[in-house]
């Protein structure tokens, strides 16, 4: 029988990871440097790229990264030009970079609208449309973007975090439905609420010690009665980046401790002394 876990091996690929100087960024990459893949990321400004390959260091990863704002087609195209050049054709882009803001819709202005859907659904288009050559002339790739709860829910105050992550479900479908001829697979990871900086905000203990509403609410909504860890997705990426995942195409894999299949209990009946964090 076939050594089938090498399925899962990603030796010899090269892995393009956006916005990956912290957070689930960060994760994704260093599951995929575990699993043999050379390290690509890109971040918004030099700090933060400083800050990621020191993170990197730290964790014995030779990564190569540079400044690339993903809505910006010109630096996309740069970046990837000189990654081809200087570590290897990218055989695999994940679509991790992201912004959030929470405003209600009625107070949202048009620019913060444009600024939250140019990153999170604009963005993955110019990255994949900047991969995709290369990857439709080798005759394989793997593009895997950063889907949500919110692809699927609505909730108050993410009118367009929703929007554009509902948008990416159906940009995976697309890329999918046009490029699967070549043997390019392109999924999507929806992860449920997962502890990052993105979401320090919503488990923030409240001035008299308490839990932060949202954090409660949430935890009622997860079988789990936790949030994820970033650890908790790295498996998942790995498996889509690698041939394990040849014939899944189109899909959104939820990663959510059980959020999207169940019904939730009411906030109050959560015992904090036993939620663990
Ligand atoms: P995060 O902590 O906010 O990290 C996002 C990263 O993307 C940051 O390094 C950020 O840099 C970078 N970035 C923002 N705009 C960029 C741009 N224009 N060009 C390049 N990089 C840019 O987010 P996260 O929690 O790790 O989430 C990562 C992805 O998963 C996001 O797409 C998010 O929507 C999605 N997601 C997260 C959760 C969750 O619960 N955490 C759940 C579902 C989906 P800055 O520091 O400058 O912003
Ligand atoms: C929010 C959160 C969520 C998470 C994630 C859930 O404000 O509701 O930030 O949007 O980031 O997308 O899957």
Redesign the pocket.
Same mark, same amino acid.
Do not use: E, H, R, W
């Given at each position: 029988m076939q050594d089938f876990l090498k399925n899962f091996s990603l030796e010899g690929k090269v892995a393009w990871v956006?916005?990956a100087?912290?957070?689930?960024?960060l994760a994704y990459a260093t599951a995929f440097a575990q699993s043999g893949a050379k390290i690509v990321f890109?971040? /918004?400004n030099q700090e933060?790229v400083d800050k990621g390959m020191a993170e990197y260091k730290k964790l014995g990863i030779e990564a190569y990264g540079a400044v690339?704002?993903?809505?910006d087609e010109d630096m996309v195209k740069e970046f990837v030009s000189d990654v081809e050049k200087k570590v290897g054709t990218i055989d695999i882009l994940v679509n991790?970079?992201? /912004? /959030?803001k929470r405003i209600p819709m009625t107070e949202m202005t048009l620019e913060e609208w444009n600024q939250v859907i140019n990153?999170?659904l604009t963005?993955p288009f110019i990255c994949s449309k900047a991969v995709l050559p290369a990857m439709i002339k080798k005759g394989s790739g793997k593009i895997i973007n950063?889907c949500?709860?919110m692809s699927e829910f609505g909730r108050e105050t993410v009118s367009a975090y929703a929007a554009a992550k509902g948008g990416l479900k159906m940009l995976t479908r697309n890329i999918c439905s046009e490029y699967g001829q070549y043997n390019i697979q392109c999924n999507a990871i929806g992860?449920g609420?997962?502890a990052?900086?993105?979401?320090a905000p919503l488990r923030e203990k409240q001035p008299d010690g308490s839990m932060h509403p949202f954090d409660r609410f949430i935890r009622s909504k997860t079988p789990a009665q936790r949030w994820g860890k970033t650890e908790d997705l790295m498996g998942l990426a790995v498996f889509l980046a690698s041939p394990a995942s040849d014939f899944i195409n189109g899909q959104v894999v939820y990663i959510d401790g059980g959020i999207t299949a169940y019904i939730g209990q009411d906030p109050s009946n959560l015992d904090p002394s036993k939620l663990e964090d």
């Open positions: 956006t916005g100087s912290y957070g689930l960024g890109n971040d /918004i933060l690339c704002d993903v809505t991790n970079a992201g /912004i /959030i990153v999170d963005g950063a949500s709860m992860p609420y997962i990052t900086p993105q979401t």
